[in-house]
């Protein structure tokens, strides 16, 4: 009986909860994709091929961007293996 009478509450309650753990979980995977700094990096030689950056402010970047894919390889690999 009290479930009935919690219902109204529990339920909206829980959907948003849920919705946020959807949310939280499609950022997480997004986020962890390694093809979003590989893109970055396309772009970014490019952009020096095409003079818009200098060497310098390319290899900055370049570290930059290749570290963030370290730390997205080495979150995915604790991830697995948890």
Do not use: N, S, Y
């Amino acid at each position: 009986m009290l479930g009935l009478l919690t219902l109204p509450i529990k339920a909206p309650v829980g959907g948003i909860a849920w919705i946020a753990r959807q949310v939280a979980e499609a950022a997480l995977k997004q986020w962890l994709d390694p093809a979003r700094i590989e893109a970055a990096m396309l772009a970014l030689e490019k952009r020096l091929e095409a003079g818009e950056i200098a060497e310098a402010e390319f290899e900055a970047q370049e570290a930059a961007l290749l570290a963030e894919l370290r730390q997205i390889r080495a979150e995915r690999q604790a991830r697995e293996g948890a």
